[in-house]
Every structure is written in C-alpha cells, then in structure tokens.
C-alpha cells in the first residue's frame, strides 16, 4: 500500500499506540481523522505540523455506537473517501471475575470490541471500493495468561477470531484485516507499573531486555498495512516475552 492520498481513521488516535500510528501514516504521505475521547496536545501537534487538509480531531467516544457510527459517515463526507481502519482504543479493566462489576464488565466489551461491529459495518462501503486495510490493536494478555485481568484478557483475546472472521468474508472485495498484539509497551496504560515490577520484567520475562516503545509497535503496524498479501493475521510486538515460559 502506498500511503499517498490514502485517508486512515485511527480510534484512541490522541495518545499512545494510537497517537504513534497515526503519527507514522502522515510521515509516509497519509490522511487521517484522529479520534480520542479528549483532545490532547500531542494529537494538536500533529494537526498543527500536517495541517488541516490531512488531519481531522475527532473527539468522541467510540463505545457509544452512533458515535462510532457518525465518526465514520462525518469522516467519509469530508476526505471523500476511507482507506484504512484502526481500532486503538481502549483501557485497563483489572480485577478477577469475583472482583468485577456487572458494568465494569460490559465496559470492557463497549470499548474494546463493539466498535469494531459499529464501525466496520459505517466505512465497509468506503473501504470496498477500493480495497482497503483494517487493523486491531490487541494486547499478549489475549494470547497468554494474565492475572487478575479477566476482561482485559477475553476483549483482547477476541479480536484475533473477530479480525480472521472479516479477513475471510471481505477478501473477495480486497479488504485486509489484521491485529497487532503488543506486550509490555512504555505508555500511560503502564504508568502504575512500580520500578521493581518493572526491573522484573526486564530482567526475567522479557528476552530482549527492555521493554517496548510505541515506535516498535507503530513500524510493525505499518508493515502489516502495507503488504497486501497479509490478511487474517496477528503479530506479536513483545520482546519475545510471550514465547517462553513466564518467571
């Protein structure tokens, strides 16, 4: 895929993963409607350094599914077009099943899988026209045991069967859906980490030694947009700590 005068709308787009996928697609000559719960000044940046014509913040909240749904359609209506997908957002929702809520289970799903639904079905048409690219941000706690996250772990986990599902029925019309499935990655989502977990991590469940940036993760996001021979597929961004067993 040749990213020139190709549109992306990238979900949790304002922080993050998100922010550094969407910062890597207008290097490469990109379009993309940013979409966070709130504005930040990273994603004001990016608007402010690519200007307008290819940049679009899109605050609102994509669990709610007419939001998700008008995302895409106001989307649609201003760039003429919608190339790519990506859905980032999302959060934590630690606690074992006897510690959660009813709600705090049901958010878990709200925010990591139904958009998907929602918006797949409102840029299907865009993204068949011209053959497009999906891409899901999932976690290593869907591959690999996790304690304590039971939500987090099943909502992960069930974007890879939900991205090989679209990947087989929409390859008929070129659209490619895959997921990246990052491990221990250094964002807001891991600011809680203490300095001695963190010194465990590194020195006994990841090989390579370090934890990740999002850099890592947003070069791996871009090889799977652009080879369009890949769909139905996830790739681990971990440092190898899903491969061995855990210390």
């Not at 787009?13 to 969407?22: P, Q």
């Not at 909502?155 to 997921?179: C, F, Q, S, T, Y």
Request: hydrophobic share 45%.
């Amino acid at each position: 895929m040749d990213f020139n005068e190709k549109l992306a709308v990238v979900t949790g787009g304002t922080r993050g993963i998100g922010l550094a996928i969407t910062e890597a697609i207008l290097e490469a000559g990109g379009s993309v409607a940013i979409n966070g719960r709130s504005p930040t000044a990273e994603a004001q940046a990016l608007l402010e350094r690519f200007g307008p014509d290819r940049v679009a913040l899109e605050i609102g909240d994509v669990s709610i599914p007419q939001q998700a749904t008008e995302l895409v359609e106001r989307t649609v209506k201003r760039f003429g077009r919608l190339d790519i997908l990506i859905h980032a957002a999302g959060g934590p929702e630690p606690g074992k099943v006897t510690d959660l809520t009813d709600s705090a289970w049901l958010s878990a799903f709200a925010i990591h899988v139904h958009p998907i639904f929602h918006l797949f079905r409102a840029a299907h048409a865009s993204l068949a026209r011209r053959g497009g690219a999906v891409l899901l941000v999932s976690s290593v706690a869907g591959l690999r045991g996790c304690p304590g996250t039971v939500a987090y772990q099943t909502v992960k986990g069930a974007l890879i069967p939900m991205a090989r599902a679209l990947a087989m029925d929409h390859a008929h019309e070129n659209i490619r859906v895959n997921v990246i499935a990052p491990g221990i990655i250094r964002t807001r989502f891991h600011e809680a980490m203490t300095e001695e977990a963190k010194k465990h991590n590194i020195a006994n469940r990841i090989p390579l030694r370090r934890e990740g940036q999002v850099t890592d993760v947003a070069s791996a996001a871009m090889e799977l947009l652009r080879n369009e021979f890949i769909t139905g597929e996830y790739l681990t961004i971990d440092g190898g700590m899903s491969m061995r067993v855990t210390a």
